[in-house]
């Protein structure tokens, strides 16, 4: 069983359209992270999160700590975004979802 | 300011053949941390290090040891490779813990033959 699940694992969208990735998690934790990994494989980390909503440009991510969920938002989505995005969550210890695979198609 | 840095990018390696990993931080973090990413799987903490002069295992810590050389320095050794090791590996390093926005290298991409 995963400690942290993401949905959908893949995601093709039209450029412009407003994206949602879900993350559910099951064990308690202090903060929530989402990551973005580039097709050349690097990895940047978008936001830390423990509760509330956090937003940087087009990217809002949300958190329900009660429901244990969170949501990545992308509005106004570009080719630029394509990326594996990747929920994780930390406490005592650190788990990570398996991504959220996005292609914005022009 | 480069951030996290890895060498080497690319190894390849035979099984029973050791090496080391090596990272360096140049933004006076006190944790760091080797991850390991497989296919279809989440990245996995291998083991980490909340401050200078101590570590701790992971969720996979078995054919591996790390040594914090220095604040900068954090390396993952491999003493005899297995194929289970072919992965690709990332080290990351954050202010103060996992509970902090962590920076990660650019990853070294290892096959164990």
């Known amino acids: 069983k995963n400690e942290v699940e993401q949905s959908p694992q893949n995601l093709t969208a039209q450029e412009g359209e407003f994206i949602t990735i879900n993350c559910s998690y099951s064990?308690?934790?202090?903060?929530l992270h989402w990551l973005q990994q580039h097709p050349g494989g690097g990895i940047v980390s978008l936001f830390m999160?423990?509760?509330g909503k956090k937003k940087h440009g087009r990217l809002i991510a949300t958190i329900n700590i009660q429901e244990k969920h969170s949501s990545l938002h992308i509005t106004a989505s570009h080719p630029r975004d394509s990326a594996v995005y990747i929920c994780?969550?930390?406490?005592?210890?650190?788990?990570f979802g398996t991504g959220t695979s996005l292609t914005v198609i022009p | 300011n480069a951030g996290v840095t890895q060498t080497p990018k690319f190894q390849v390696l035979k099984t029973g053949q050791s090496m080391t990993l090596q990272c360096a931080q140049d933004?006076?973090?006190?944790?760091m941390y080797w991850y390991r990413q497989d296919p279809g799987m989440g990245l996995r903490l291998i083991y980490y290090?909340?401050?200078?002069?101590?570590?701790d295992k992971g969720e996979v810590p078995n054919g591996y040891n790390v040594s914090r050389l220095n604040k900068r320095e954090f390396s993952l050794r491999l003493e005899s490779a297995a194929p289970s090791q072919t992965s690709v590996y990332f080290c990351?390093?954050?202010?103060?813990?996992?509970?902090?926005?962590?920076?990660f290298g650019p990853g070294t991409r290892l096959t164990v033959l």
């Open positions: 990351a390093s954050s202010t103060g813990g996992l509970l902090f926005l962590q920076f």
């Open positions: 064990v308690g934790i202090s903060a």
């Open positions: 999160l423990s509760s």
């Open positions: 994780a969550v930390s406490g005592i210890k650190a788990y």
């Open positions: 933004m006076n973090h006190n944790s």
């Open positions: 290090s909340a401050s200078e002069g101590t570590t």
